[in-house]
């Protein structure tokens, strides 16, 4: 299969010549290493904290990596004797050194591993103009000078923070095809930076050594940007190198590379910098796959030198406006930003329409049916869920829920190997969200009947109404693009709170923590129809199908099967989808709307251009639509368009009486240049037939 990353506004700049990208492997010359302790002789409270992390206990705990069952199995189907000694397993979770003349392990991935083997640096490193001497007592002339000799000998410096972070990824994004494909070593799941620092943080030389100081603000920010970056660069080397284009590890590689590109679009969004354009163009068109080594190859040098020049000219004092995105927030500019530009959708999504039939889900309903679903891990608020409820929302969430949901990126890290992800990978369910991420016209004429204004944007993000059902929308990303269609959570249900205990823990336990027993015909018919059974009376006049007609449960699940435990009888599952669906009461019959396709083709056709690069500014982005408030549209009165064809939901004639109904209207076309008018201007011109098209069927006024 190929794949190409289009970038809205994304043309492709000469990049000068540089020095070489940042160090993509972490392999340590074991001549070179000097071990952990000869650092913990001056860094003892680094030392001490390192004892600590996981990091640490791979070599001393009472379960050592070697010592792991699913290690060995791994090592088993590699032909690896011995993990500790001359083994590939060395590179990344060892540290290793030359004893009677064979390379083996003596801790595991410690200092070292991150800031260079030390047997070059660590008698002058801390060395101040020939003499110890207090650090406050040296100037910044001095500080670069003892830098730059420091880099010289091998080492991996915080004031190089790209060339040090980068290191994480040699290891953490797993770059080598026969270790996963062969092996059945995980692909390597989400990998949050700050996050992933903090948990090993050993600032100590920051607060002069009074206590382990947390990571800066202005730093967060920086790494808010390099994590994107180093994970689409170190995505594009590992695919470079990748052999067969149709494996799964060339199909995770290639979900990575879009997930990180997407992050690195929303950063765009919110502030102005010379180098995330850069990164963003140089990444727009790129062919991604297993093969393409010269193009990739070219893709990632530049996308390092690019990321290496933020990491340098940047000190994260002037990205403010990042802080709301680290937060969970809309990504709205704060004052004092480093170009801020406010996110040009949060006006559309705070101005969604009131709730037209029904109350929210409640937020103890769970994926089970029944128990209560465990609340949110507590953290920063985030971004209010649009009003936007009816019988479809009270549906579509409950299978979800309100508990966090982590996206299938996590899943995926562990079930790279049991056939979950590469059927995944294959399956239409992975598809799902690409109509609306495409702004395909009848994606796009049913969101814009649905909200009552142009929603070619609102109808991908993560808040609106449709991404319910076509889009996994991981928690805190309810303002963002949604990257990913159907996936682990909407059936199995939010795995926040279950995914690191689930395999271990009982049945009943997984279920107290949120988890869906699918076993249950019951819990399946209600997750299955939360989605393929649409009873939203406004949802289907906007021309959305029903979903239910030719849906078969037991035969839609033999056609997923993706595991290996078998599955209720089919005269069971039939039984409980029949239920589920008397027990929600038939579908509305209702007349369905239509909108003039000269409209929705301008409205798709502007879409399909801010994605394919014509737009302005980063991204393409040309800034908040205007001239859209909220409207609220009855869900008893769906919009109907006499003339266009009056028909069920499900596509038979309506009978009966049609008194109440708008009289035939003319909206007056649109005038032939629009597909070149402005974005706002065009957006206007759709307002103002809409706004006619409600007036004059009861809609608004």
Same mark, same amino acid.
């Given at each position: 299969?190929?794949?190409?990353?289009?970038?809205?506004?994304?043309?492709?700049?000469?990049?000068?010549?540089?020095?070489?990208?940042?160090?993509?492997?972490?392999?340590?010359?074991?001549?070179?290493?000097?071990?952990?302790?000869?650092?913990?002789?001056?860094?003892?409270?680094?030392?001490?904290?390192?004892?600590?992390?996981?990091?640490?206990?791979?070599?001393?705990?009472?379960?050592?990596?070697?010592?792991?069952?699913?290690?060995?199995?791994?090592?088993?189907?590699?032909?690896?004797?011995?993990?500790?000694?001359?083994?590939?397993?060395?590179?990344?979770?060892?540290?290793?050194?030359?004893?009677?003349?064979?390379?083996?392990?003596?801790?595991?991935?410690?200092?070292?591993?991150?800031?260079?083997?030390?047997?070059? $640096?660590?008698?002058?490193?801390?060395?101040?103009?020939?003499?110890?001497?207090?650090?406050?007592?040296?100037?910044?002339?001095?500080?670069?000078?003892?830098?730059?000799?420091?880099?010289?000998?091998?080492?991996?410096?915080?004031?190089?923070?790209?060339?040090?972070?980068?290191?994480?990824?040699?290891?953490?994004?797993?770059?080598? *095809?026969?270790?996963?494909?062969?092996?059945?070593?995980?692909?390597?799941?989400?990998?949050?930076?700050?996050?992933?620092?903090?948990?090993?943080?050993?600032?100590?030389?920051?607060?002069?050594?009074?206590?382990?100081?947390?990571?800066?603000?202005?730093?967060?920010?920086?790494?808010?940007?390099?994590? +994107?970056?180093?994970?689409?660069?170190?995505?594009?080397?590992?695919?470079?190198?990748?052999?067969?284009?149709?494996?799964?590890? @060339?199909?995770?590689?290639?979900?990575?590379?879009?997930?990180?590109?997407?992050?690195?679009?929303?950063?765009?969004?919110?502030?102005?910098?010379?180098?995330?354009?850069?990164?963003?163009?140089?990444?727009?068109?790129?062919?991604?796959? @297993?093969?393409?080594?010269?193009?990739?190859?070219?893709?990632?040098?530049?996308?390092?030198?690019?990321?290496?020049?933020?990491? *340098?000219?940047?000190?994260?004092?002037?990205?403010?406006?990042?802080?709301?995105?680290?937060?969970?927030?809309?990504?709205?500019?704060? *004052?004092?930003?480093?170009?801020?530009? @406010?996110?040009?959708?949060?006006?559309?999504?705070?101005?969604?329409?009131?709730?037209?039939?029904?109350?929210?889900?409640?937020?103890?309903?769970?994926?089970?049916?029944?128990?209560?679903?465990?609340?949110?891990?507590?953290?920063?608020?985030?971004?209010?869920?649009?009003?936007? *409820?009816?019988?479809?929302?009270?549906?579509?969430?409950?299978?979800?829920?309100?508990?966090?949901?982590?996206?299938?990126?996590?899943?995926?890290?562990?079930?790279?190997?049991?056939?979950?992800?590469? $059927?995944?990978?294959?399956?239409?369910?992975?598809?799902?969200?690409?109509?609306?991420?495409?702004?395909?016209?009848?994606?796009?004429?049913?969101?814009?009947?649905?909200?009552?204004?142009?929603?070619?944007?609102?109808?991908?993000?993560?808040?609106?109404?449709?991404?319910?059902?076509?889009?996994?929308?991981?928690?805190?990303?309810?303002?963002?693009?949604?990257?990913?269609?159907?996936?682990?959570?909407?059936?199995?249900?939010?795995?926040?709170?279950?995914?690191?205990?689930?395999?271990?823990?009982?049945?009943?336990?997984?279920?107290?923590?949120?988890?869906?027993?699918?076993?249950?015909?019951?819990?399946?018919?209600?997750?299955?129809?939360?989605?393929?059974?649409?009873?939203?009376?406004?949802?289907?006049?906007?021309?959305? +199908?029903?979903?239910?007609?030719?849906?078969?449960?037991?035969?839609?699940?033999?056609?997923?099967?993706? $595991?290996?435990?078998?599955?209720?009888?089919?005269?069971?599952?039939?039984?409980?989808?029949?239920?589920?669906?008397?027990?929600?009461?038939?579908?509305?019959?209702?007349?369905?709307?239509?909108?003039?396709?000269?409209?929705?083709?301008?409205?798709?056709?502007?879409?399909?251009?801010?994605?394919?690069?014509?737009?302005?500014?980063?991204?393409?982005?040309?800034?908040?639509?205007?001239?859209?408030?909220?409207?609220?549209?009855?869900?008893?009165?769906?919009?109907?368009?006499?003339? @266009?064809?009056?028909?069920?939901?499900?596509?038979?004639?309506?009978?009966?009486?049609?008194?109440?109904?708008?009289?035939?209207?003319?909206?007056?076309?649109?005038?032939?240049?629009?597909?070149?008018?402005?974005?706002?201007?065009?957006?206007?011109?759709?307002?103002?037939?809409?706004?006619?098209?409600?007036?004059?069927?009861?809609?608004?006024?």
């Amino acid at each position: 299969m190929i794949r190409r990353l289009v970038l809205v506004g994304a043309t492709l700049i000469p990049l000068a010549a540089g020095p070489p990208p940042g160090a993509s492997a972490t392999r340590l010359d074991p001549a070179m290493t000097v071990g952990p302790e000869a650092c913990g002789e001056c860094h003892d409270s680094e030392f001490a904290v390192w004892r600590e992390t996981a990091h640490a206990r791979l070599y001393a705990s009472e379960e050592p990596l070697n010592r792991r069952p699913r290690a060995q199995e791994i090592a088993g189907k590699l032909g690896v004797r011995l993990i500790r000694h001359d083994s590939l397993c060395l590179s990344c979770h060892f540290t290793p050194t030359l004893s009677g003349g064979r390379v083996t392990a003596f801790a595991g991935v410690s200092c070292e591993s991150c800031h260079g083997v030390a047997r070059g $640096w660590i008698t002058v490193h801390n060395t101040f103009q020939g003499q110890r001497v207090r650090r406050a007592a040296e100037s910044a002339a001095q500080r670069r000078e003892r830098v730059e000799r420091n880099v010289a000998l091998g080492m991996y410096t915080p004031e190089r923070i790209y060339d040090l972070v980068a290191r994480c990824y040699g290891c953490h994004l797993v770059p080598e *095809e026969t270790l996963v494909e062969t092996g059945g070593h995980t692909s390597g799941g989400s990998f949050d930076l700050a996050a992933r620092i903090d948990a090993i943080r050993h600032n100590f030389v920051a607060s002069g050594r009074s206590g382990n100081a947390p990571l800066p603000p202005e730093l967060r920010r920086k790494l808010a940007v390099l994590g +994107p970056a180093l994970e689409l660069e170190h995505g594009l080397r590992a695919l470079a190198a990748a052999g067969n284009a149709e494996s799964g590890y @060339a199909r995770a590689l290639v979900r990575r590379a879009e997930r990180a590109l997407r992050d690195l679009s929303r950063i765009g969004r919110v502030v102005s910098v010379p180098e995330v354009d850069r990164l963003l163009a140089t990444a727009g068109g790129l062919r991604l796959e @297993a093969g393409n080594r010269a193009e990739l190859t070219h893709g990632f040098e530049r996308l390092a030198e690019a990321a290496r020049s933020f990491s *340098e000219a940047h000190d994260g004092s002037r990205l403010g406006a990042l802080d709301a995105v680290l937060a969970g927030g809309t990504g709205a500019a704060v *004052e004092g930003g480093e170009g801020e530009a @406010a996110d040009p959708f949060a006006e559309l999504l705070a101005a969604a329409p009131e709730a037209a039939g029904g109350p929210a889900p409640d937020a103890g309903a769970a994926a089970s049916g029944g128990g209560a679903t465990p609340a949110s891990a507590p953290g920063p608020a985030r971004p209010a869920i649009p009003a936007v *409820e009816g019988e479809l929302r009270k549906r579509i969430r409950e299978p979800l829920g309100r508990a966090r949901v982590v996206g299938a990126g996590e899943c995926g890290s562990c079930h790279r190997h049991a056939r979950q992800t590469e $059927w995944w990978f294959r399956d239409p369910h992975n598809r799902s969200a690409r109509p609306l991420l495409e702004r395909r016209p009848k994606a796009v004429e049913i969101a814009t009947l649905y909200y009552g204004r142009a929603a070619g944007e609102l109808m991908v993000k993560g808040g609106s109404v449709c991404m319910g059902c076509h889009g996994t929308v991981p928690t805190g990303d309810e303002a963002w693009e949604v990257a990913d269609g159907v996936s682990c959570e909407h059936c199995h249900g939010p795995a926040g709170e279950y995914l690191k205990s689930h395999q271990e823990a009982s049945p009943a336990e997984r279920r107290r923590l949120g988890m869906a027993d699918l076993g249950d015909p019951a819990t399946r018919a209600r997750a299955c129809s939360s989605c393929h059974y649409v009873t939203d009376p406004r949802l289907l006049a906007s021309g959305h +199908p029903p979903g239910s007609e030719g849906f078969e449960l037991a035969e839609r699940s033999a056609k997923i099967v993706h $595991w290996d435990r078998p599955q209720p009888a089919a005269t069971a599952l039939g039984a409980a989808y029949r239920q589920t669906l008397q027990s929600r009461g038939p579908v509305p019959q209702v007349r369905v709307a239509r909108l003039d396709p000269a409209v929705v083709r301008s409205a798709a056709g502007t879409a399909a251009s801010r994605s394919a690069g014509t737009g302005s500014g980063p991204g393409g982005l040309t800034g908040p639509a205007s001239g859209y408030g909220a409207r609220s549209i009855p869900a008893a009165r769906p919009a109907f368009v006499p003339g @266009a064809g009056a028909s069920t939901a499900g596509g038979a004639p309506l009978a009966g009486p049609t008194s109440g109904w708008a009289a035939p209207i003319d909206l007056e076309a649109l005038p032939a240049d629009a597909a070149d008018r402005p974005l706002d201007e065009l957006l206007l011109l759709v307002k103002e037939r809409i706004d006619a098209l409600f007036a004059a069927t009861g809609g608004g006024g």
